[in-house]
């Protein structure tokens, strides 16, 4: 019985499979670079749909898609207002919100507020404005087990430069004190609910 004997690459065909790997390697790596090349607009773009705005000769690109910053429907904020507050309110879930802002320059208003009685929203902002910042709840605290609608309210904004976030409802009684106090502010959409 003879063995088989190993078959024998000629030289020829070695270089030339080696040369095929090697340019293989080579395109791989090409098509893992982008390369930028400048755009009819003058600012560098890179292909496969990825930007190397901003970077630097000699700086590789960033080979994520750039994506805008997400903007915010809400105003910019005015840094003359002592009070500056976004409120929404929904009358009930699904609806759609209203949606005021107040502006107060102390107890006056700022021509832009869209409150529906802005100084006598900005009045009570000035003089109470604890509401807008009410501490948190004595587990002690009793409050009557009344509903008084499916109605949410949001403030956010500031008052004299200290951040406001308050979320209302009218689910219990003390829930409800809290939102006849803050009635200025939401306005018709909040007496109306």
Same mark, same amino acid.
């Given at each position: 019985?003879?063995?088989?004997?190993?078959?024998?690459?000629?030289?020829g065909?070695?270089?030339a499979?080696?040369?095929f790997?090697? #340019?293989?390697t080579?395109l791989?790596? #090409?098509?893992c670079t982008p390369?930028?090349t400048?755009?009819?607009?003058?600012s560098?773009?890179t292909?496969?749909g990825?930007?190397?705005a901003?970077?630097?000769?000699?700086q590789?690109?960033?080979?994520?898609?750039?994506t805008?910053?997400?903007?915010?429907?809400r105003? &910019?904020?005015?840094?003359? &207002?002592t009070?500056?507050l976004? !409120?929404?309110v929904?009358?009930?879930?699904?609806?759609?919100p209203t949606e005021?802002?107040l502006?107060?320059?102390?107890?006056?208003?700022k021509?832009?507020a869209?409150?529906p009685?802005?100084?006598?929203a900005?009045a009570l902002v000035?003089?109470?404005?604890a509401?807008?910042f009410?501490? &948190?709840?004595?587990t002690?605290?009793a409050?009557t087990?009344?509903y008084?609608?499916?109605a949410? &309210?949001t !403030?956010?904004?500031t #008052?004299r430069?200290?951040?406001?976030?308050l979320?209302l409802?009218?689910?219990?009684?003390?829930k409800?004190?809290?939102w006849t106090?803050?009635a200025?502010?939401l306005?018709e959409?909040?007496a109306n609910v």
């Amino acid at each position: 019985m003879s063995q088989p004997t190993p078959s024998r690459t000629p030289s020829g065909l070695r270089t030339a499979l080696l040369g095929f790997a090697a #340019v293989a390697t080579a395109l791989a790596l #090409v098509s893992c670079t982008p390369s930028a090349t400048p755009s009819p607009s003058g600012s560098p773009t890179t292909t496969g749909g990825t930007t190397s705005a901003g970077a630097s000769p000699g700086q590789t690109p960033s080979l994520l898609p750039t994506t805008p910053a997400p903007t915010d429907d809400r105003p &910019a904020p005015d840094a003359t &207002a002592t009070a500056d507050l976004s !409120i929404s309110v929904t009358a009930k879930p699904g609806a759609q919100p209203t949606e005021t802002r107040l502006l107060c320059a102390g107890k006056t208003a700022k021509p832009d507020a869209t409150v529906p009685i802005p100084d006598e929203a900005c009045a009570l902002v000035e003089d109470h404005q604890a509401y807008l910042f009410p501490t &948190a709840k004595s587990t002690a605290q009793a409050c009557t087990q009344q509903y008084g609608g499916p109605a949410t &309210a949001t !403030i956010k904004g500031t #008052v004299r430069g200290k951040s406001v976030d308050l979320s209302l409802s009218r689910a219990d009684g003390c829930k409800i004190s809290q939102w006849t106090s803050l009635a200025p502010l939401l306005g018709e959409a909040g007496a109306n609910v």
